[in-house]
């Protein structure tokens, strides 16, 4: 059994035997052509938690797949009108306020779960998947704090006929194809540095940053489970600046522009450099900083040691709408996102620069956009030179959610499991500490502890988790 006191004691121990490299076997074992048509007929029955928002968007595109049969609906608030078009879609799916009573009632009728829930949400959720055997997909970011994701990899390890996949979709388009291929042909090779960036408006970028206490109490929303929203969290009264999307700004609740979309700008460049976890995370800039809401702008350094015949790597991270990173002269034109979903949490509008990322190598300098957009060269003689023997790119065979679906009949194996998402997902949440704590840490991936700082190992595991939450956190 790991618990918060022993993972604070002596996270090395906790971690033992949860190697980072190691990737076990979540799926089944490969199917002849036979096998294949006979899984396929047979649709997975699901079950929605988080029904409103960009849960409804994730319903929607399983829809489209003809490989789900809806079962059940769970939000702790149905009565909302952002759940209203989901419940109407599937009139006779069970429905739940409270994903424990889902699960404890009713998890012999269905196989797997889709949660799109706030982010301090995602950790009990999937938790509780794994232990009764439910297939998932999870939102991303997989884990609000390093601790959570510690447990949710060793709690899908234990579960290894389980299949998880964490949703940045990109990681099913053609970046992730594409990267793949050119770093297996060398085109990709010894990148020392990355530029990432995400400068478009964020809903905390109005707030006071001279605040000093949490949003003043409202009356909770009739009929809504308050007290399930809040999760493993310490109490807080309900705001309207906690709900509908807005959990986001809040340290306590969400993981800010880092979390929201790290995941899909810097996902491919981690898992196909082998970077796992930095030595350092430095915050070299912060605008607004205080103790409850993420900053209006900042930069964060992460800093990778050398792995696999791969040089050391720097990854820098750019937010706010004024902080905007130093491009390359011959950077040319702004770069197109493709394929980014709306949601209700402040889309990024055309601006002087879209999402992206700047890869640098000793030959080549490579610009990318967020999801799937693909990367390109930037001008020169080298880059003339690679274009004529660019290795070919295979298409997808699968989206995101057809993926997902595909692994647990059994013909696929998923693109983005807790095991490979969630290393990803413990860097943005050291990223987190320093932009919380405003300074330079240093962090020994072998024993996964800072060694400069005793407050950001306490982070590293959080708040205890609230009465009635504490089962969660045991494996």
């Avoid at 905007?324 to 055309?350: C, E, F, I, M, R």
Wanted: hydrophobic share 35%; with cysteine; net charge neutral.
């Amino acid at each position: 059994m790991t618990t918060r006191r022993q993972f604070i004691k002596d996270m090395g121990l906790a971690a033992a035997g949860l190697s980072l490299g190691s990737t076990g076997s979540l799926f089944a074992h490969p199917l002849s052509s036979k096998e294949h048509q006979e899984a396929r007929k047979d649709k997975v029955k699901i079950a929605y938690i988080g029904i409103g928002n960009r849960g409804e968007q994730d319903i929607e595109e399983f829809a489209k797949t003809g490989l789900v049969d809806v079962v059940a609906l769970c939000d702790v608030d149905l009565d909302g009108k952002q759940c209203q078009k989901v419940l109407n879609m599937y009139p006779k799916a069970k429905r739940f306020r409270n994903f424990r009573e889902m699960f404890e009632k009713y998890s012999s009728q269905f196989d797997a779960v889709c949660a799109a829930v706030p982010d301090h949400m995602h950790f009990p959720v999937a938790m509780m998947a794994l232990d009764y055997g439910k297939h998932i997909y999870l939102e991303k970011p997989m884990c609000r704090t390093f601790h959570e994701g510690e447990l949710m990899i060793a709690n899908a390890k234990k579960h290894p006929n389980v299949v998880t996949q964490v949703g940045n979709q990109g990681h099913s388009e053609a970046n992730y194809f594409q990267f793949k291929a050119w770093k297996d042909a060398g085109i990709i090779k010894d990148v020392t540095a990355v530029t990432a960036h995400m400068n478009s408006p964020r809903r905390w970028h109005n707030y006071d940053a001279n605040i000093i206490t949490y949003p003043g109490a409202q009356p909770i929303p009739q009929n809504m489970d308050w007290d399930t929203w809040l999760g493993a969290c310490q109490y807080h009264t309900f705001s309207d600046k906690y709900h509908q999307g807005n959990w986001r700004c809040w340290y306590d609740f969400g993981m800010g522009a880092l979390g929201d979309w790290g995941a899909h700008i810097l996902d491919t460049i981690h898992e196909f450099l082998n970077l796992g976890l930095p030595y350092e995370v430095t915050m070299k800039y912060a605008k607004g900083h205080n103790d409850y809401f993420y900053p209006f702008s900042s930069t964060i350094l992460f800093r990778f040691g050398a792995r696999d015949g791969m040089p050391p790597c720097d990854i820098t991270w750019y937010d706010g709408i004024d902080n905007l990173p130093p491009l390359p002269a011959n950077y040319g034109a702004n770069t197109q996102t493709a394929n980014v979903p709306s949601t209700n949490q402040g889309d990024p509008k055309p601006m002087k620069l879209n999402p992206g990322k700047i890869i640098y190598t000793p030959t080549l300098t490579f610009k990318g956009g967020s999801h799937g957009s693909t990367l390109s060269m930037l001008p020169s003689a080298k880059a003339d030179e690679v274009k004529q023997h660019l290795p070919e790119v295979p298409k997808s065979p699968s989206n995101h959610y057809v993926n997902f679906l595909h692994a647990i009949q059994g013909t696929e194996k998923t693109r983005s499991p807790f095991e490979i998402n969630g290393v990803l997902s413990e860097v943005f949440c050291l990223g987190v500490i320093a932009q919380r704590l405003n300074t330079q840490l240093f962090f020994d991936p072998r024993t996964k502890q800072f060694t400069n700082n005793d407050f950001a190992n306490s982070l590293l595991a959080g708040m205890p988790p609230r009465k009635g939450w504490e089962d969660f956190y045991k494996i």
